[in-house]
């Protein structure tokens, strides 16, 4: 091989081995997007945005996500708590969505929904009712036939169990302030009339059960109950015109999310 040879097929070479880095780290690269909010950088936009990254989603570690998990079916569960916000918020798919989600992250089989189309009903029907010759003759179409646990989750209790208020008004001591008299008490008696606080907190109790079934016997394999707080507040001050507010909190949403994770970490870590 002559000299100038050999130094095209390095310069090739080098080449390919640099697009090849380029395009590997165009595929690891995460997506960025834009803030176009008008308010984007300020003082209350900073403030919105650490409320909104503590409630974001966050991947679990799922202790044995390493091994494989047996192949499931999460059929919708049931939410039999009173509270109208919550059951107009929630449906039970809602809630089996979620399911879906976790499990797989958690390295489980999970044979979605989506897939089943008539047979969901029937074998929610099934497992619900313990219906063992129903669920055997469903069980038996496809894909079914290798799922070992039916899973489901259901939402007991949906309350707020605590609230609390406080605040101050400054107009009754204003005006004890501006009936002394003078320029110095009508000014001080306006400025302290201008202070205005106000502080409320109101605290929610959300309660999960999961519950798994052997696929071939209906019978209940392992169940567990999982309860997470959820706290919303808001804030408001204003003095001499200038006012300041929050509120915020964990939304219904992330509270379901977040106790499908706590209950799929159970499962995730006693049962696989």
């Known amino acids: 091989m002559t000299i100038t040879r050999f130094v095209r097929w390095m310069s090739a070479d080098l080449a390919a081995v640099f697009a090849l880095a380029m395009l590997s780290g165009e595929v690891a690269a995460q997506p960025t997007f834009g803030n176009p909010s008008p308010t984007a950088g300020t003082e209350t936009s900073q403030r919105a945005n650490a409320a909104a ?3 974001a989603y966050k991947e679990v570690d799922y ?27 929630f449906l039970p798919n809602n809630i089996a969505d979620f399911g879906e989600l976790e499990l797989s992250s958690a390295n489980f089989t999970v044979l979605e929904r989506a897939n089943l189309g008539h047979l969901l ?37 949906a309350e707020q169990i605590a609230e609390n208020r ?22 001080a008696g306006r400025a302290t009339s201008s202070v205005q606080t106000a502080d409320s907190t109101g605290v929610w109790l959300i309660g999960m059960r ?12 392992a169940q567990g109950y999982k309860e997470l707080k959820m706290e919303v507040g808001a804030t408001a001050t204003s003095v001499l015109g200038v006012s ?3 509120k915020g ?9 977040r106790l499908v994770q706590t209950a799929v970490y159970e499962i995730d870590s006693k049962y696989k």
């Open 53 to 55: 990254d503590a409630a």
């Open 63 to 89: 202790v044995n996500k390493s091994t494989k998990g047996p192949a499931l079916v999460v059929i919708p569960g049931e939410v039999k708590s009173n509270n109208a916000t919550f059951v107009q918020r």
């Open 121 to 157: 009903q029937e074998i929610s029907l099934a497992y619900n009712l313990g219906d063992v010759s129903k669920a055997r003759q469903t069980m038996q179409a496809g894909k079914l036939r290798t799922t070992k646990w039916i899973v489901k989750f259901d939402i007991l209790k």
């Open 166 to 187: 406080q605040g101050f008004d400054g107009r009754a001591v204003g005006g004890i302030l501006g009936m002394f008299g003078g320029l110095g008490g009508a000014v």
């Open 210 to 221: 999961y519950k798994i079934m052997d696929a071939n016997t209906t019978e209940q394999v």
């Open 244 to 246: 300041q507010g929050a």
């Open 249 to 257: 909190g964990v939304g219904l949403d992330t509270m379901v999310q």
